[in-house]
Each structure stands twice: as C-alpha cells, then as structure tokens.
C-alpha cells in the first residue's frame, strides 16, 4: 500500500469529517510511543482547527500540517511525500520532519524537499541535479 501526498494538497470537502474518524478510533497513529494528541498538539493542530466546517477557512500552513497528520494516521507500507513541509515556517518544518523520521523506524518514506536545512535527519540524499547520493548520517 502506498501513499502519495502532493505538494499543493488537494483537500475533498469531507477530508476534515474523515480525519477526526481517524482521530476519533482507537490510538491509530503508526508512529510507535506517540498518541493521537501528541501528534496533534507536536504539530499545533487545536479542536477549532479539527472543528472548522470549511476547508478554505483554514490557512495553507494548516493545510500542510493536516495533511501530514492524515500520512501519520494512515496505514501503508510506502509513502511518497512531495515538498510535505513548503509553507511552514522552520519550526514546524522541523517538528515534521522529526515526526517523519520516526515514521519511517517502520515504514519506507520518501521526501522530496528543497528544504536542506534538515538534511541532517534523514538516510540518503539524492541531489538530482548532479545525480550524487549523499549520506544523510
């Protein structure tokens, strides 16, 4: 199973009523050690965010912070994340990335980011401008 998240989110109307059926089931987020509302509050998403009955009243950092909470609670075997964290300033970016560092201890993630500053959390490297693979460690 896998999982593609593209960088410009395409939200459908009901995307906020299936995400807090995700949130609402038993603890359900794949990253081990971590609650739903640990997730919720690392990343600042609040029940009015949850609560909001309108997708375009919500900001695009929003956006991207619950379409990475949608990635977590979703079960596959492979996600592909496209520019996951553009628009979201450094802390935020950080604290995805983290969150998907410790996703992908079980699952294969894989990030495609002009964002180097956190180049340092992850695996392998590939700068497809030169087609060299650096080790991330």
């Given at each position: 199973k896998t999982m593609y998240k593209a960088q410009s989110p395409y939200l459908e109307t009901?995307?906020?009523?299936?995400?807090?059926q995700k949130l609402s089931s038993n603890n359900n987020c794949q990253i081990a050690g971590l609650s739903?509302?640990?997730?919720?509050?690392?990343?600042a998403i609040n029940h009015q965010?949850?609560?909001s009955d309108k997708i375009n009243t919500l900001s695009g950092g929003e956006i991207k912070r619950l379409d990475v909470i949608d990635a977590i609670f979703t079960n596959r075997?492979?996600?592909l994340l496209d520019e996951i964290t553009s628009g979201l300033d450094k802390f935020l970016s950080r604290r995805c990335f983290d969150l998907l560092r410790k996703l992908a201890a079980t699952k294969l993630v894989v990030m495609i980011s002009?964002?180097?500053e956190h180049h340092d959390i992850e695996d392998n490297i590939i700068r497809l401008s030169s087609c060299e693979v650096v080790d991330g460690s």
């Open positions: 009901d995307f906020l009523i299936k995400l807090k739903n509302n640990d997730v919720l509050r690392l990343l965010i949850l609560d075997d492979i996600y002009h964002d180097v």
